[in-house]
DNA sequence: CGACTTGTTGATGTACATCAAGGTACGTGG
DNA sequence: CCACGTACCTTGATGTACATCAACAAGTCG
């Protein structure tokens, strides 16, 4: 997003973790002085990514943890014929690549959606924050287990959801998320993705998801044109998307 | 699985850790006497579940953390109107209910498809396990950053793969994963789920599953009869499920 | 008592007609 | 040029319906 970019100069190399802007507002929890100090010793540089840039390849080994600052990024997976799937999409506080630091090679790419700043850690000083920060170590796994959260619901999403189900469950989605990472303005947020990457991430075709949004459009339920989207009935919205859960089909419930 | 369950007499209220059938057999790490010791005294009993019992229940909280000893378990989420879709599987050694420990709600079911044994772990005790044995909370991120890249797999398969291709890549995928279980013998093994399971993985009608699958055993890459399933020509199976990686489409690759 | 029906249920196999989604083509506007 | 919009025809996937087969329980008859 240009704005919160030239928010943070990508000139200075480093800006002190006690000033990082991701602190104060948003979900983060408070860090003790200790936490801070080690998270600024780890932290061992800055990087500004424009639109495009691939931070991450799949099949490749990666040497460095990210923290995204600001703007957008996604990772996705291809097959060899060119087909696309995106996994999901991280937004400011975010960490991307741990699955590159756990494993040796990376499973999937990682590309910036919007011009996009993160802080670099090395991979190697990872085992120092289990060693002698828990409450961090603790922070990694709780970011781990919400990925896996996000990516279930996803799943499910793309497997058993019919298409405009899917996308008003995307939208709002990503809306949430947004609004968490502090990106909105009364109910408007800048969606810096395409149609197309809606298709991959819904995976759906090009045409088709044109139709099938034109069809959501149709509800009143929300607005999106020129990459800004407008949430005009949350509840409509979510109501489209099925949000609700069910209880299960199973005949023996346990205890 | 029955033998394996009989292996494991259920009435044995704790069979010791240093005594586990895990141990020694499949990718487990080998563990220090103090973490062993610490694993032991963290173990606070074993359940045994019947085909169809449900562990873990959508929306509600749950007050452990299990470790699968024997038998298959599978993870699903379910729509309001009875839609399914099935997460992943869960094989012998792999970490059950990871992220109702961490968030406090379940955001998905869980059910045994076979006869399961598993151990089970209070969640509360988990912060000392990050606090005392750091090797051992880094082995509960690398179990939950496998788990994000199968779900990752899984998401590209439902998302971008033809219904052959799915098919394809997750019998092969599961056939994999059992054999590093050790459930295999040379190549064939049990699969104990039905093609209603297999349906709700790959987000397809349980009809178009049956006349796919009839397709895909007609190249004679693989059989599956009885539950009895058996791989004829590994790479002919590979090929269609189109394992291969690629590279990326984006135009500026980084560094 | 055993052997032979009968009915039930769950998993699988197959045939339609219907519908949702895909692919190609060709628009527009910035 | 790229993102979006729309028309057209084709193909892949769904839903309903019905048939098969094995496993299992209940009942009947010799």
Same mark, same amino acid.
């Given at each position: 997003?240009?704005?919160?970019?030239?928010?943070?100069?990508?000139?200075?190399?480093?800006?002190?973790?006690?000033?990082?802007?991701?602190?104060?507002?948003?979900?983060?929890?408070?860090?003790?002085?200790?936490?801070?100090?080690?998270?600024?010793?780890?932290?061992?540089?800055?990087?500004?990514?424009?639109?495009?840039?691939?931070?991450?390849?799949?099949?490749?080994?990666?040497?460095? =943890? @990210? $923290?995204?600052?600001?703007?957008?990024? +996604?990772?996705?997976?291809? %097959?060899?014929?060119?087909?696309? &799937? /995106? *996994?999901?999409?991280?937004?400011?506080?975010?960490?991307?690549?741990?699955?590159?630091?756990?494993?040796?090679?990376?499973?999937?790419?990682?590309?910036?959606?919007?011009?996009?700043?993160?802080?670099?850690?090395?991979?190697?000083?990872?085992?120092? =924050? @289990? $060693?002698?920060?828990?409450?961090?170590? +603790?922070?990694?796994?709780? %970011?781990?287990?919400?990925?896996? &959260? /996000? *990516?279930?619901?996803?799943?499910?999403?793309?497997?058993?959801?019919?298409?405009?189900?899917?996308?008003?469950?995307?939208?709002?989605?990503?809306?949430?998320?947004?609004?968490?990472?502090?990106?909105?303005?009364?109910?408007?947020?800048?969606?810096?993705?395409?149609?197309?990457?809606?298709?991959?991430?819904?995976?759906?075709?090009?045409?088709?998801?044109?139709?099938?949004?034109?069809?959501?459009?149709?509800?009143?339920?929300?607005?999106?044109?020129?990459?800004?989207?407008?949430?005009?009935?949350?509840?409509?919205?979510?109501?489209?998307?099925?949000?609700?859960?069910?209880?299960?089909?199973?005949?023996?419930?346990?205890?």
């Amino acid at each position: 997003m240009p704005a919160t970019a030239a928010a943070i100069p990508a000139s200075s190399r480093k800006v002190p973790c006690e000033k990082c802007p991701l602190r104060g507002k948003s979900a983060l929890r408070d860090f003790t002085p200790e936490e801070l100090a080690f998270v600024s010793e780890f932290k061992s540089g800055e990087l500004h990514a424009e639109p495009g840039t691939t931070l991450f390849l799949q099949s490749t080994n990666s040497a460095h =943890l @990210y $923290t995204l600052l600001s703007g957008w990024v +996604f990772r996705y997976k291809m %097959l060899p014929d060119g087909r696309r &799937q /995106i *996994l999901n999409y991280a937004l400011p506080g975010d960490l991307i690549g741990l699955q590159g630091s756990i494993a040796n090679e990376m499973q999937h790419s990682v590309e910036a959606l919007t011009d996009a700043l993160l802080c670099v850690f090395p991979r190697e000083k990872l085992w120092s =924050l @289990y $060693t002698g920060y828990p409450a961090l170590a +603790f922070d990694v796994t709780w %970011l781990a287990a919400r990925e896996e &959260q /996000i *990516l279930d619901e996803n799943l499910l999403n793309v497997g058993r959801r019919t298409s405009i189900e899917r996308i008003a469950y995307l939208l709002l989605h990503l809306f949430t998320r947004a609004e968490e990472a502090g990106l909105t303005k009364s109910d408007t947020a800048q969606f810096p993705f395409t149609q197309q990457h809606l298709a991959d991430t819904l995976g759906m075709s090009l045409v088709h998801t044109n139709k099938t949004l034109r069809r959501l459009t149709a509800t009143k339920t929300m607005r999106w044109k020129d990459k800004k989207f407008e949430i005009l009935d949350r509840d409509g919205l979510a109501k489209i998307a099925g949000f609700e859960l069910a209880a299960p089909r199973s005949k023996r419930p346990f205890v």
